[in-house]
């Protein structure tokens, strides 16, 4: 069945009007009709069936009938990431939603190759991958800031998260033996970088490795693209420690 996140409060008899947009992707996009049935869901009241009431092509009215599943909370994995160009930053922020992130942080880097950041653009990406892969609690966009200060900051602000350097210059190319250890001693709160596409500065990476909240890891023996690193990166954390284990 078919899902659409609502900005409203959701609860059994609740009547919600369909702004433009969303009549138009509910009626003209899906096709769906007047008593048709879809899920909804707002990020904190759990997922609910609602029927759809209609009189044409342009407006229509949600009844919200009953919850179908209980609300869960957000993912406590943070991604932290170099801005990339349109479409590939739309890619990698959708399969970091389906990855299991629970809040997207953009970081600005010595080589990154964009500094222009449309927020909004990137929360309609973490709505839309939610939507389509049943995330109930939607991750969030933070603000972004340049490296240095995220480092300046992190012990204070982030109360003993560990923070995953993914480099490629790390002398081992075997992510496992490392999230081994760590899955052995019982993971902390995690974070996860993810540099560039043309890689972290020589100072990034001395500042990084000599930080106690870092840890090193390597993404195998070939230098990827940093959205294909994004899903690489993603997909063994979340297989060794993380929500797929």
């Not at 609300?71 to 990339?84: G, I, K, S, V, W």
């Not at 998260?161 to 993914?166: D, I, N, P």
């Not at 052995?184 to 930080?211: H, K, N, Q, T, V």
């Amino acid at each position: 069945m078919q899902r659409l996140f609502l900005r409203h409060v959701l609860a059994e008899g609740a009547r919600i009007e369909a702004d433009r947009g969303q009549a138009n992707y509910l009626l003209n996009v899906l096709r769906l009709k007047d008593s048709d049935y879809i899920l909804v869901f707002n990020g904190s009241d759990g997922e609910w069936l609602a029927k759809i009431s209609s009189n044409g092509r342009r407006d229509c009215t949600l009844l919200v009938m009953e919850c179908t599943r209980e609300q869960t909370e957000r993912n406590d994995l943070m991604y932290l990431f170099a801005p990339l160009k349109h479409a590939r930053l739309d890619y990698m922020v959708q399969k970091a939603v389906e990855m299991g992130v629970g809040s997207l942080k953009p970081v600005m880097t010595q080589h990154t190759q964009t500094s222009r950041i449309n927020l909004e653009r990137m929360e309609a990406n973490v709505i839309e991958a939610a939507e389509q892969c049943g995330v109930l609690s939607v991750p969030e966009v933070l603000a972004p800031q340049p490296l240095k200060d995220v480092l300046d900051v992190w012990s204070e602000a982030q109360h003993g998260r560990r923070l995953l350097f993914c480099d490629e210059a790390e002398g081992s190319h075997n992510p496992l033996l490392t999230l081994a250890q760590m899955k052995d001693a019982g993971p902390p709160p995690l974070g996860i970088l993810i540099g560039p596409e043309g890689g972290f500065s020589e100072e990034e990476r001395d500042r990084l490795r000599s930080l106690d909240f870092v840890t090193p890891i390597p993404l195998g023996p070939r230098i990827l693209r940093a959205d294909t690193a994004a899903v690489a990166a993603l997909a063994i954390l979340q297989a060794t420690v993380g929500d797929w284990k």
